[in-house]
Each structure stands twice: as C-alpha cells, then as structure tokens.
C-alpha cells in the first residue's frame, strides 16, 4: 500500500498514565527525553493518585508506592520544557473516579454503591472535591496552557436514587445530567483560569443530536477529543462523527490513538503491529476529513490499566518500539521499518544519520520478552493436560493417593525443572525492574502475570511430593521428595 499523507499539522501528545507502574523519577526524565527525540510535541499526564494532593484531598494519594514529590511533579515540567515539549496534567472529573471513590470517607459521593467510577453529580461535596484536585493540579502546573478534564465513561449515570428523581421531571434526560455537571466544571475552570484551554474525552457525546450538541454548553468552552484504539477503526463513522461535532460548533477536536495498554486487560508485550495499524487508520480519517475540520492534534494514550483496580498492561519500555513506529507513522504516512517483531532499538526522526539508538529500558524489555514466551509456552500452560497427569496423576489419584510413584517422581523431576527456569528469569526481571520501577511493582507485576501461570505447577510439585511421602518407603521417599 502506498504510503498515506502524513498527520496535518497538530501537535502529537504522548499520554502517560501513572496510575499503575509509575516509573522512578529519573527514569521518568529518560522517557521524556526520548519522546521528544521520536518527534512528540507534548506529554499528557494522568496522575491519579500519584500526584501530591495536600490537605483533606491527601487521603488520595497512593499507600501502594511513594507519590511523586511537589518537586518530581515540576522536576518533569522542567525537563519537559528543556525538550521542547508542552505538558498537559489530566484531571478525571467524572467517571473513572474510582482512586477517589474506593476511600470509605468518600463512599457517600458515589453515584450507585456498587460503581467506584461515577461521581454522584447532585452532592456539592463532590463538585467541591472536584474543584479542589483541579485547583491543586493546575497551580502545580503553572506553564501549560491546556486541561484535560475526563469525562468519560461515566458508567451508571442516572441510576442512582438522586439522579432518578432528577430525570423523574419530564423533560430531563441522562444526557442533559451529563452535560451538567460537565459544563459547571468546566465553567468553574474558565472563571478561575481564563486562559486555560480545556480538553474532554468525546464518548459521552457521541450518542447526542445535533441539537443537544450546540445547546450542549460546552461550545467555545472545551476541546473535543475523540479516541479510538481499534486497528480496524472504522474510518467512515469517525469521519461523520467528527463532522457532526464541527457542525455543532464543537469545532476545536483531537483524535486520540493508542500505543499501548488497548489489545488486552492482561497483556505483557505489545503489539507493535496492532497500535501501526491503529495510526494508519486515523491517517485515511485525516485524509478524509473536509477542508472546514482543524484537528489540533493527536495524543498517542499508553494505558498502564484499564482502570484503577485492574492489573498491570504492558510495561513501558515493552511498548517504546511501538510508540516509535506510531510516531513515524503520523510523520512519514507509513512505518519505515517493519514492525512486525518487537525491536529493541528505535530510529530517532531526530538523528542526522538516521541511526537507531537504544531505548532506555531495553533490557528489562528483553527480560520481561523472553520470561513471556517461556511462561506462553505449550509445556508450562498445558501441564496439567499432559498424558502423565490426565493419564496416572488425575484429582482422583491425588485424593486417595493412589499413584504410582514411578509416574509421579517424572511429574516431580519436570514440575522442579520449569519452575526453577521461571524462577530464574523472575529473579532477573525483577532486579532489573527496580531500577526502573518501584518495588511495588516488581511486587505486583509478579504477582499478576506469573503467579497466575505458575500456580497449577506449583500444586502438582506438592501433590507429587505428598504421594511419594505415601506410597514409597521413608528412606527412599525422603530422598525423592527433597530433589
């Protein structure tokens, strides 16, 4: 296929996502380095509980890893200036609460109990809050320009008790409870902050008509980002959608790619390809979209997780590779290098000799690689499904420790070989990992993706030495078990 015209003239924002494997400070300043050198214009940060908060908003501050200091947070404006590069802090302000609303103190501002995401939008203690983490963030970020608010998923709306008496007056809808809450908060920034520019996720407005849209409030009041990770994004639809925002006077839009964290909840090394293809997707929407549409840019999200509470996606050095590609994607109008493997060293668009350089967290990259492929492997998950222990070491032979010592000594030697493999290579992931990362989260990242694969090997090996201590003499058994 021949190459695309490049992205239009934007800016192309790299999204760090903090809320799970937040990188040491240090490390942090690599990154940033490194994304201004792949040809970034900015960096859209999402603390979550990373960040500082003070006074009674304290309690939000992660007990999981150290938050980063006052001064780490200008630290990274200071090296982010130095590169030419914006910051923009994003804010939730609505849905995807839950590092807010998980605290008991904070239970009561939920808009359903059993939903940690959605704030309740009618308790002027929430607005409040709200209005006090922005306030907190912005004065933090006393260069940048821009805002992300949120917004969405906002998960539940209106189906808590406030909300159905609220949309119980004829009339009302769950959109208009939407735009209501959005437009106080984003009024409030523009009253405090005159010239802030402010930034939503589009989501929520993509199911209203033209027009609620341009009654909607937020016309002249807010930047439209739509965001879409699908490799296969269907270029026609978001072409209509972007049109029906322009035409409502929502004129200022982004499109919003991904690099990583969108393929899988639980996945460990990127796809390069997928997020390449991604990109390419959202260059026939540039191509297509008539000349009356300013796109003022594209942020690249790399999702660390899902959401607050679930596990860790692709660590970030697993993901540079990929951001690279996307990057010279949006600059070049295709990959001009095959990106179907993961690479470990990236062209840098900056370098006069078109030389590759080496990412910072190459070999943690490498580590976390090879441990995948050996926890992936046929031997190691399909264990249990081997003809010795669908065959001689069933739950029913376990249970009456009716087996044959023989068979069971075979499952004992095999179990302590892949074990002691994937003990090896977690040593080393992990001792590499906290070079980069907290120990927390070497800690978790351990916990999540390898104990899970490794558990039903674990019970084999002590079923196996349970039967040997049953159905062999003590002098032999001993020695057989302590192997």
Known sequence: MDALPAW???????HLDLKGAPPRIDYLHKLIGLFSGLGADGILVEYEDMFPYEGELKVLQSTQHSPYSREEVLSIQEVAKSQGLEVIPLVQTFGHMEFV???????GL????HCLGTLNPHREEGVRLVE???RQVVELHPGSTSLHIGADEVYLLGEGEESRCWLSTPGRTVQQLFLSHVTRVAKGVREAWPNLNMIMWDDMLRGMDHDTLKGSGLVGLVQLMLWDYNPT?????TVYLLERYSGAGLSELWAASAFKGSTNVHTCVTSTQRHVDNHLQWLQVAAALPEGIHMLGIALTGWQRYDHLSVLCELLPLALPSLASSLQTLTHGDCVFNPKSVCLSVPCPSSTTGDSVLFPGRRLAELVVELTAILQSEELRHFEDNMFVRGWFTPYHRQRKIVSPLIAQQLQCQAMTLLALVEQRVAMVKKEMVRLYPASTAQEWVEQHVSPVVAPLQRVLEDTRASLLEMVPQNVSASMVGQ
């Open 8 to 14: 239009p003239k934007g800016k192309k924002l790299v």
């Open 132 to 134: 006090e983490m922005l």
């Open 110 to 113: 939920r808009e359903v109990g």
């Open 101 to 107: 609303l998980k605290h008991k103190s904070l239970w």
């Open 233 to 237: 994004l269907d270029v026609k639809n």
